[in-house]
């Protein structure tokens, strides 16, 4: 494996396959057969009620559900080449002496103002996880092209990652790694006062990508599908915990050949009553839909962050 191919490795690790062909799958029309109003009727009720008791639901809307790897991205325009191929192969060495002390307990913040207080783990255990061996390697390390990262100083941080809830500051660890201009940077708090990504309902693929409010009560949904459908309009099913949307797109008939390229599109839902706190769920996969973001859960299927 050259050097680029293992940065390249290195950078898309959060890219699962399975993920990435139910994206495509989701984005051709031929993947998605029409559903009946009767149909979506009796999705949307069984969607609304398995999250509703799903066991993620009440971290996801009142706790910390991380939405991206704890240890956080490099600037790699700014990192020497071999730092890629070093991670790869987990080629740390520890020239400095840890605090082993837990710090005190922090408090996260959200924009709509909520907060949550959360335990901070010690250097040393930010550290067993920034370091943890990867399970793929390219060679052993010293080798050409690959250096030992040498951790010479470590120090307290914040940063800021997406979450369930919107971005937020959380405490870190940062750890200086010698000839390598910025941090590595490894979120604080302990995985235990974290939530998991939801999962789909039976293995149902995500076509409905995220949403914005317009109004109290419309919505903007965008959503995926293939060049050769039709949309014939909008469906929504209300709860009082959750809002389930999904849009009528058909294959038109009169189309002999068809690329087969997907597209994005948008589309607006009017609601009986205002969004307010309800979570909004995607019909096909059951999963909730994050507002104004380009994060789509489908791509954390067999991927949790809390072991990242």
């Given amino acids: 494996m050259n050097l680029e191919i293992s940065q390249h490795v290195y950078r898309n690790m959060r890219i699962f396959p399975a993920a990435a062909l139910l994206v495509l799958a989701a984005a051709?029309?031929?993947?998605?057969?029409?559903?009946?109003?009767?149909?979506?009727?009796?999705?949307?009720?069984?969607?609304?009620?398995?999250?509703?008791?799903?066991?993620?639901?009440?971290?996801?809307?009142?706790?910390?559900?991380?939405?991206?790897?704890?240890?956080?991205?490099?600037?790699?325009?700014?990192?020497?080449?071999?730092?890629?191929?070093?991670?790869?192969?987990?080629?740390?060495?520890?020239?400095?002496?840890?605090?082993?002390?837990?710090?005190?307990?922090?408090?996260?913040?959200?924009?709509?103002?909520?907060?949550?207080?959360?335990?901070?783990?010690?250097?040393?255990?930010?550290?067993?996880?920034?370091?943890?061996?990867?399970?793929?390697?390219?060679?052993?390390?010293?080798?050409?092209?690959?250096?030992?990262?040498?951790?010479?100083?470590?120090?307290?941080?914040?940063?800021?990652?997406?979450?369930?809830?919107?971005?937020?500051?959380?405490?870190?660890?940062?750890?200086?790694?010698?000839?390598?201009?910025?941090?590595?940077?490894?979120?604080?708090?302990?995985?235990?006062?974290?939530?998991?990504?939801?999962?789909?309902l039976d293995g149902g693929v995500q076509s409905m990508i995220t949403y914005e409010v317009r109004a109290p009560a419309e919505l903007r949904v965008s959503y995926l599908h293939g060049t050769c459908d039709t949309t014939y309009g909008s469906r929504v099913h209300e709860t009082p915990e959750a809002v389930v949307v999904d849009v009528d797109v058909r294959r038109d008939d009169d189309v002999k050949f068809c690329n087969a390229m997907g597209k994005t599109d948008q589309i607006d839902i009017t609601l009986r009553e205002p969004l307010g706190r309800r979570v909004v769920l995607d019909s096909g996969s059951g999963l909730p839909l994050l507002p104004r973001s380009r994060i789509r859960l489908v791509e954390f299927q067999g991927y949790d962050p809390r072991r990242s």
């Fill in 28 to 200: 051709c029309g031929s993947a998605r057969a029409p559903v009946a109003a009767d149909e979506f009727a009796h999705r949307a009720r069984a969607v609304a009620e398995h999250w509703q008791n799903s066991p993620e639901r009440t971290a996801w809307i009142e706790g910390f559900v991380p939405l991206r790897n704890l240890t956080m991205e490099l600037a790699w325009e700014r990192t020497p080449h071999w730092v890629g191929r070093s991670l790869i192969n987990s080629a740390w060495k520890l020239e400095t002496e840890l605090p082993a002390e837990t710090p005190a307990p922090a408090e996260l913040r959200w924009a709509d103002g909520g907060t949550l207080s959360v335990p901070v783990l010690a250097a040393t255990a930010a550290y067993a996880g920034l370091s943890k061996p990867r399970s793929f390697a390219d060679e052993e390390c010293p080798a050409k092209g690959c250096r030992r990262l040498r951790v010479i100083a470590v120090a307290r941080g914040e940063a800021t990652m997406p979450s369930s809830r919107g971005d937020v500051r959380v405490p870190t660890w940062e750890f200086t790694v010698k000839d390598v201009r910025e941090p590595f940077r490894r979120v604080a708090v302990a995985p235990a006062a974290m939530g998991g990504p939801p999962q789909p």
